[in-house]
């Protein structure tokens, strides 16, 4: 004869459905809704206390190494006194694709853990790895967070440089963005890379 009593999971769903008899909906109600605000907002504390230089610089292969290159650029001190940190470059504005780099620089902290990059030494050999993956990303997103603080539309190009109205022309008529130009910006190019222009 064959057990016909719920299993597990049945029983389990049927428990989850059933009106509670300790506490009433509302109670219920407000309950799950001041949890839902404190956890989105331990959550949303959390991912903006990633986002922060101190953070960023926190392991000694970033501090020793990118670090020391942003503070020598233009984007870490300026006329205008305009400071773009790590996440300004590495992280997007918007909801959904700020989760998904999250998401992917949650695997990086694997070479951390590794100790793939923790020498200089080490760094050094992976550079152009490391930074490929970067343009990549940004070709990819038509260098979306570069867009943050610079676009064309809001470029005044009489004030600019002969040379620099002349590159910026040609890069709106191709379908140019940032990234194909303005790599090295902030950090050493590696040893390897070869600048496309010049190999014309």
Same mark, same amino acid.
Request: net charge negative.
């Given at each position: 004869m064959a057990d016909k009593s719920p299993g597990v999971i049945a029983r389990t769903w049927r428990s989850l459905r059933k009106p509670s008899v300790k506490y009433s909906m509302l109670t219920l109600l407000v309950v799950g809704f001041f949890g839902g605000i404190i956890f989105w907002g331990g959550f949303? /504390?959390?991912?903006?206390? /990633?986002?922060?230089? #101190?953070?960023?610089?926190?392991?000694? #292969?970033?501090? %020793? /190494? !990118?670090?020391?290159? $942003?503070?020598?650029?233009?984007? $870490?001190?300026?006329?205008?006194? !305009?400071?773009?940190?790590?996440?300004?470059?590495? !992280?997007?504005?918007d909801w959904t694709h700020k989760m998904i780099r999250k998401a992917r620089a949650s695997l990086e902290v694997w070479g951390k853990i590794t100790g793939d990059i923790d020498t200089k030494e080490k760094f050094e050999k992976k550079r152009i790895v490391l930074a490929t993956h970067e343009w990549d990303r940004m070709k990819a997103s038509g260098s979306r967070e570069c867009r943050n603080c610079h676009d064309f539309t809001a470029m005044v190009t009489s004030k600019q440089k002969p040379l620099a109205q002349k590159k910026h022309a040609e890069a709106q008529e191709q379908?140019?963005?940032?990234? %194909?130009?303005?790599?090295?910006?902030?950090?050493?190019?590696?040893? #390897? $890379?070869?600048?496309p222009e010049e190999s014309e």
């Open positions: 949303h /504390t959390g991912l903006e206390a /990633t986002n922060q230089l #101190e953070f960023c610089i926190g392991c000694h #292969e970033m501090r %020793d /190494t !990118v670090y020391q290159e $942003y503070k020598k650029s233009i984007h $870490y001190q300026n006329r205008v006194g !305009v400071r773009a940190i790590c996440s300004d470059c590495h !992280v997007p504005r379908g140019k963005t940032c990234i %194909d130009c303005h790599k090295g910006i902030a950090h050493l190019l590696p040893k #390897e $890379y070869e600048d």
